[in-house]
């Protein structure tokens, strides 16, 4: 009896996998993957190939969700489904697995480190303070949705941090330089005060590698500033309790006078 | 140099750090763990020192909290400190890593997988409609929170799904059981009907191991039910997308009759 087998290889590079996930995929009788939801910048499928003894045949967009490659493989066979983070965060994943399981293959879920709890850790921010997660896409004719900007604006009135995550698309990765201008651009439009270059925001660049960047500052300087190669991810800082602002200062380079205004 | 490195384990058992957190605990001069803000269901303290080759000092929250046992050894050594789930969750890590930096320690943090996500995954719900995370504490004299119940009734209202984290107690771990209780006991103090017998709930358990619990019922239907061992976890939906219906339905038994009254 087949089987498909979703796989989280976690943040940054090969060795960000799970003892569990690594035996997996190394169990498994066929590999693949994608990097189009998100991506291991710190890796690449040659490296991931050696880890697991096996070729991995990586999938584009078209193919894990036109495409019934994997359903037909797994019918059979053993199929690990290697996926960057947690492997059900992209919508596209739920759906596949539904597709496999109504086509009467069992599913499984090896689950992944998560971007979304590891940039709260990086920057020292409650994770229980965090209100809905939001991302910014890549500008196209026609769509540029203004629901990252209000969910934001949500989130800050009811004193909640915000994780803005960015689009990928490609090999082309949504800087958080990008992104702060798009919120620049939302704000534009909108005019509610939610996202000016004098408002606080935090910025996680390459969590998991050895050089992680952990800054927060105010928006305008943050623009100015070299915040390195991707991945990026922004929060905005709703209501800071004492201890998430001396993190800030203590870890990310908050500026004095700007920790003095989350005080009470 | 010393050095304090924050370790997270994973979900369930000692197959669930990664790599990554594996080589660094290797390579540490002295390990230390606790496991009073979450715990690995699946494994033991001498499971982790065979798998580590070292031998690891299991910490209460005294000891944590008050002493400085870790950050005096890592003045001079490479300390790892070994948490289930992420290690940077709980605050009281967030506030150990301060006070290591004040003492001129450097301190790193390896991301573990969190059951934040995984809860989500797990149900096939989507991460970006989780409202703010809450936890049930167990009651105590003059300690009986509204709050948990509170955050449900706001992430509802707001069309968003609610994760709410059970408590641990040295050895006691809430049971969803008890958790529903005691928000059915919230709902009879306050009685805004956001948490009654006939509410749709989802209820996960041991994730990470090889028989999980994924479940999604009304309360009262779930109270009855053998829910076997902890750790637990409560899901509160908000708004479902026909494809979260169809998760619960297909991987959490979700009944139709109630899949319908989701259905728009």
Redesign the interface.
């Known amino acids: 009896m087949g089987e498909l087998v979703f796989i989280?290889l976690?943040?940054y590079d090969?060795?960000?996998?799970?003892?569990?996930g690594?035996?997996e995929a190394r169990s498994c009788d066929l590999l693949f993957a994608e990097f189009f939801t998100s991506s291991l910048v710190g890796t690449g499928p040659r490296r991931l190939s050696n880890l697991y003894g096996k070729k991995i045949k990586v999938l584009t967009r078209e193919e894990v969700e036109g495409g019934d490659i994997m359903v037909e493989a797994a019918m059979s066979r053993r199929v690990g489904f290697l996926v960057a983070g947690?492997?059900?965060?992209a919508?596209t994943h739920?759906?596949l697995?539904?597709r496999a399981?109504?086509a009467g293959v069992s599913t499984r879920?090896v689950?992944?480190?998560?971007a979304?709890?590891?940039v709260?850790?990086?920057l020292?921010l409650?994770?229980?303070?965090?209100?809905?997660?939001?991302?910014i896409p890549f500008r196209e004719e026609g769509f540029e949705p203004l629901s990252p900007y209000e969910v934001v604006g949500?989130n800050r009135a009811?004193g909640?941090h915000s994780l803005v995550l960015l689009d990928i698309q490609e090999e082309r990765y949504m800087t958080a330089g990008e992104g702060m201008e798009y919120l620049l651009g939302c704000e534009a439009e909108l005019s509610k005060g939610v996202f000016l270059p004098e408002t606080a925001i935090c910025v996680v660049g390459r969590?998991?590698s050895s050089q992680p960047l952990v800054r927060a500052d105010r928006v305008g300087t943050l623009l100015e500033e070299d915040l390195g190669t991707p991945l990026h991810a922004l929060v905005i800082p709703g209501k800071l309790h004492f201890?998430e602002v001396?993190?800030l200062s203590?870890?990310a380079g908050l500026p004095e006078d700007l920790a003095q205004s989350f005080n009470p």
Chains 1, 2 share one sequence.
């Not at 090969?14 to 569990?20: H, N, Q």
């Not at 947690?86 to 965060?89: G, H, L, N």
Request: hydrophobic share 45%; charged share 25%.
């Open positions: 989280g976690g943040l090969e060795r960000d996998v799970t003892l569990k690594l035996e947690d492997p059900m965060a919508t739920v759906e697995r539904l399981h109504r879920v689950a992944g480190v998560s979304l709890t590891a709260a850790g990086a020292g409650q994770i229980y303070k965090f209100g809905r997660i939001t991302s949500m009811a909640l969590l998991g201890m001396e993190c203590e870890f």
